[in-house]
């Protein structure tokens, strides 16, 4: 079994154990969401979870589409009442086009190499001007962990610079990328915010996806950033 598929495994079963195991506090990416979109937005949450950031976006006045990989993670929402549908952040359309993309400790699941090509579908689910609002562990390489759950399930740690050339990649403007580890955290996070500036693109073969190797991405981009950890500055 694939990593990924080893992850959503151990989510599938572990979804108790996770719940009971995760702050009810909301993430502090809900109020960086909140600060950029008006009442009434509609929102794509990928990897919703327990859905404790879902009930805090729709409390401030925001419309949520709850979605999650692991169905019994959907199953638990839809028991608690609400709707819920199964999607993997593999797939090729999430739908849309929304308002914002939230993915709150989602895509630290996906292979590096992977990230740009999922960033991307995410785009073409935000409609222009839309926004991305997406945290991440950072870090060198990747791990495994059996934290929280029983059965492990895998990281792909970040740099700033790393994840600000997955954005560009996938057509993304970011608009900050920074590191947000709060005082009391275990390990160190880094909070990505970023536009759809440029005009909604069909699917594009050239954005990569799963085992595309190739180091070259549309528009030129050099896709080696993503494999080494180049110094923040440049
Ligand atoms: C670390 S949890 C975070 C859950 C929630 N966003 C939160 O902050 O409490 C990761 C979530 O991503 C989901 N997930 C893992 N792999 C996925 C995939 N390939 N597609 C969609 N969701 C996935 C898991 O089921 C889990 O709900």
New binding site residues.
Partial sequence: MNP?DA??AA?ERGVQQYTEG?STAP?PEVDALLARVPRGAHVLE?????G??AAALESAGLTVDRT???TA?VDALRAAGHQARV????AEDFGGPYDAVFA???LL?VPRMDLPGVLATARRACRPGGVLVASFKKGEGEAWTHVKLDDPRHFTYWDEAGLTAALRMAGWTPEQVAESTLPTAAERWITVIARNVASPLPIDPAVPRSGDLAETGRNGTDRRALARSPDPET
């Fill in positions: 990924q992850t959503l989510y995760t993430a990928l990897g919703s979870g327990p404790r950031d999650d990989g692991a993670f999607l993997d952040v593999r709150n400790a989602v699941h």
